[in-house]
């Protein structure tokens, strides 16, 4: 196999991690952004360093994007973040 059908497929699936985890990208930080900084913040969290972890793994190919997302839909930093959101709603603070 020649070298640079190697650089080429190389390119290829990094332009290809680029498209497919820009939507992926996008979805989870509107829904990392519904949460309120206070509510963040009563967790212990900055939300704009979760945001820029996601940057920075979109930067790198964009497939470690990807395993971000997955990572936070159905990791407990997100379940934390929406039973604190409730408490704030009831008590009537958000």
Do not use: K, N
Request: net charge positive; with cysteine; glycine share 8%.
């Amino acid at each position: 196999m020649p070298s640079i059908f190697r650089i080429e497929l190389l390119i290829g699936l990094l332009i290809l991690g680029y498209l497919v985890a820009l939507p992926v990208l996008l979805v989870t930080l509107s829904d990392g952004r519904t949460i309120s900084r206070r509510v963040w913040a009563a967790c212990g969290r900055r939300r704009s360093r979760w945001e820029q972890q996601l940057y920075i793994a979109y930067a790198f190919g964009g497939w470690p994007a990807i395993v971000m997302a997955f990572s936070w839909r159905t990791g407990r930093l997100r379940h934390e973040l929406r039973r604190e959101r409730a408490v704030e709603r009831d008590r009537g603070r958000y």
